[in-house]
């Protein structure tokens, strides 16, 4: 697979996104977003309810038009070229989303229908390597057989870039797994780029190499999983080690921990401490709660 | 695009089943009921001469047998009938646009048609053009059916040439639902939930259908004769009426309500200036294809209108 330019798959420049603004109320889903998702990664991208996930990744499909900044897919914008842009880009949304009275197969002719380099075999081959028939209509698939519809389109399409908007969140452990599987083999065989937000960070630890915390609508942390992990340490916060606090929160048993950017001293960080510092280190404060 | 009209077909089957039903029984049973007004064998001459007896006029036992029949069978079933295909076809029209962006937003499933989708504007044509096929086929033959129907009715007017209950059949039929069509896709669109945009549709639908019309009596005067209110022209079956005035010898016309006259039991008017008479503004008939012609392109227009309208809305709407 071959991308259209030298520039990340997927960038944001001063990214802004409010909603509201006509009814007097302001909701800031993303605050001066600068973002780079490197070719070939599979990037996670973490964060609570409301911290702009789903927001950062409709953009980049252009669901979302941004209300300052830009964001590019494959150098392409996605709100002013959206055709242009779409064809880079394979998305699964939140919950499947299939048409409930169409079968596996017409959910495939329709991806080759609305999109001409739609690869029908692709999606059919991993569909049918999952035992998934197509001649079930959707509401008689389970959610993990629907979320894996939903990624067979998204591959189908060949696009260089996946966006997964929580894919895994009404799965059961073992579909998440299959599900995750699935992404893993097929982004590594095509070369292509992943985003995926989702709340389950053992998932990431499995299928991700990179990882991006959002919080408030600000990006927190953002670095390859490998150096999130070994670049952090725990340690009590009397007892601090040589580096800089990111946050505390509360941990097992009411125990204070703090999560310090260091190399040595404390114990290691695993990633869920790692995640979980930098969401307490970007919980809105008082005065820059949304009004 | 045949990929995408059969989804849409399979999605609103339903909803297209029940209307293709709807407008198709409606059709057949205009028919039966025209064939059934032709079989009382109630000539032309038949049903004038029965309308006439009241007024000292006769009729034959056999005609009135056949009269009496006709009239019972057009007051029972034809004029219920052709104000229900009226009816039937913007009701059609709400029904089957009301949910064809609506319910995919609602669903979402706009998301991944949206995100497969390299233009959205092609999406909506392979969802709006199947059924505005559709609805095209089922309006016409309504519309079909509604002019034999009032051509039994009418016998001695032909239904082309007749104002008579011309909003209920013809163009008129296929242009009023098509304009409802347009409306319900727009509203749909813009609102996302198929029952806000079926309620919100019925009532801009009523709106924009009315304020065609009454853009229309605005326009027919300038299509009008003025006719002596007793001469041949103006008792013409299947002439439009749009009113009486009082045209004074120097040939200007004055509103009824600025004279006092009677009008006498032998036609003679008293009370009127001198060389004053009681004219009528009347469309012929004749001028129907063509008043029939300019409403349905105007309605078609404004559907079109609406419907590039609704192709901008869905380019920049979120999908849920």
């Known amino acids: 697979m071959t991308t259209t330019t030298d520039s990340p798959p997927l960038q944001t420049y001063a990214l802004s996104k409010t909603y509201g603004r006509r009814f007097g109320r302001r909701i800031e889903a993303l605050r001066d977003v600068d973002l780079a998702i490197p070719a070939g990664s599979i990037t996670a991208l973490v964060g609570p309810n409301g911290a702009g996930k789903s927001t950062l990744i409709r953009g980049f499909i252009g669901f979302e038009r941004p209300t300052s900044g830009r964001m590019t897919v494959m150098g392409e914008d996605p709100w002013r070229d959206r055709g242009r842009a779409i064809k880079h880009t394979g998305y699964v949304p939140q919950n499947a989303s299939l048409y409930r009275s169409l079968t596996v197969a017409q959910h495939l002719d329709m991806g080759a229908s609305l999109r001409p380099q739609f690869d029908r075999a692709v999606a059919r081959r991993r569909l049918e390597e999952l035992d998934i028939p197509l001649d079930r209509r959707a509401d008689e698939l389970s959610g993990g057989q629907q979320a894996q519809v939903g990624l067979a389109l998204a591959l189908g399409t060949r696009a260089e870039v996946l966006l997964l908007d929580e894919p895994l969140a009404a799965l059961d452990p073992l579909a998440r797994r299959e599900f995750l599987s699935v992404l893993v083999s097929a982004v590594r065989a095509d070369g292509s780029t992943a985003l995926l937000s989702s709340h389950v960070i053992t998932d990431i630890e499995s299928a991700c190499d990179r990882l991006v915390v959002l919080g408030g609508g600000r990006i927190l942390l953002d670095d390859t999983l490998a150096a999130a992990v070994d670049g952090h340490r725990i340690a009590a916060p009397e007892d601090p080690p040589a580096g800089v606090l990111v946050a505390t929160f509360p941990g097992p048993a009411g125990k204070v921990m703090a999560l310090w950017r260091a190399d040595d001293g404390g114990r290691p960080a695993t990633l869920d401490e790692v995640v979980l510092g930098y969401l307490a280190s970007g919980r809105p404060t008082r005065s820059d709660r949304p009004n | ?320």
Not at chain 2, 104 to 109: A, F, L, N, Q
Not at chain 2, 141 to 157: H, K, M, V
Not at chain 2, 210 to 217: K, R, Y
């Open chain 2, 1 to 320: 695009m045949l990929t995408q009209a059969r989804i849409t077909f399979r999605l609103h089957r339903f909803t297209l089943l029940a209307v293709a039903a709807m407008l198709l029984l409606a059709s057949v049973a205009a028919l039966i009921v025209a064939a059934r007004l032709h079989a009382t064998g109630a000539t032309p001459e038949c049903l004038a001469s029965w309308r006439g007896l009241p007024f000292g006029g006769s009729a034959t036992t056999d005609c009135q047998r056949r009269a009496s029949e006709f009239y019972s069978i057009n007051s029972a079933w034809a004029s219920p009938l052709m104000g229900a295909i009226g009816g039937l076809a913007p009701l059609a029209g709400l029904l089957a646009g009301a949910a064809l962006v609506a319910r995919e937003i609602e669903d979402r499933t706009a998301s991944v048609a949206w995100s497969l989708a390299t233009s959205r504007t092609r999406w909506l044509v392979g969802r709006v053009a199947p059924v505005a096929a559709l609805l095209l086929g089922l309006f016409a033959i309504a519309a079909f059916s509604a002019t034999e129907l009032q051509r039994a009715r009418q016998p001695s007017i032909d239904p082309l040439l007749s104002f008579d209950n011309a909003s209920s059949r013809g163009l008129e039929v296929v242009a009023i639902g098509m304009l409802v069509f347009a409306v319900a896709v727009l509203v749909g669109a813009v609102l996302g939930r198929v029952l806000p945009a079926l309620i919100t549709s019925a009532v801009i639908g009523v709106l924009l259908v009315g304020g065609v019309f009454i853009s229309q009596q605005a326009w027919l005067p300038s299509q009008a004769d003025i006719v002596d209110f007793r001469s041949a022209e103006a008792q013409q079956g299947g002439a439009l009426y749009i009113d009486q005035v009082i045209r004074l010898s120097s040939g200007e016309l004055r509103s009824m309500m600025e004279f006092q006259f009677d009008e006498n039991t032998d036609g003679t008017v008293t009370g009127l200036p001198a060389g004053a008479t009681i004219v009528g503004i009347v469309v012929p008939g004749s001028r129907h294809p063509f008043v029939d012609t300019v409403l349905a392109a105007v309605m078609a227009a404004i559907s079109a209108a609406l419907l590039a309208l609704t192709a901008f809305v869905v380019r920049r709407r979120r999908p849920s």
